[in-house]
Nanobody, 127 residues
């Protein structure tokens, strides 16, 4: 059973950096594609980043391209989101998700029907 636990959230100044982690204790972690989503207060959840099971391919929300980087370490059963130069608009609860399916606009792009979700970690970016 996949259980995802996010960590690394907190308060960061605009222009700084922060790294989120999402760990899973399941031995099958390497079989899953992974992604990050976020939900800001009063807004719908949105896709942020995606990575294939082997890290060979990634996708990003346009507004985070060049600032955020998704990566994974299958030996540590962990996926990361490196956030560089965040701005106050990046303030949100960040969630990781896992699914056996590869990139698809409906599942990953909109976060519909993904197999597993973490409980989220709050990131607050101060101006």
């Amino acid at each position: 059973q996949v259980q995802l636990v996010e960590s690394g959230g907190g308060l960061v100044q605009a222009g700084g950096s922060l790294r989120l982690s999402c760990a899973d204790s399941a031995r099958t972690f390497s079989r899953y594609a992974m992604g990050w989503f976020r939900q800001a207060p009063g807004k719908e959840r949105e896709f942020i980043a995606f990575i294939t099971w082997n890290g060979g391919s990634t996708n990003y929300l346009d507004s985070v391209k060049g600032r955020f980087t998704i990566s994974r370490d299958n030996d540590k059963n962990t996926v990361y989101l490196q956030m560089n130069s965040p701005n106050p608009e990046d303030t949100a609860v960040y969630y990781c998700a896992a699914d056996r399916r590869n990139w698809d606009l409906t599942t990953w792009g909109r976060g519909y029907g993904l197999d597993y979700w973490g409980k989220g970690t709050l990131v607050t970016v101060s101006s």
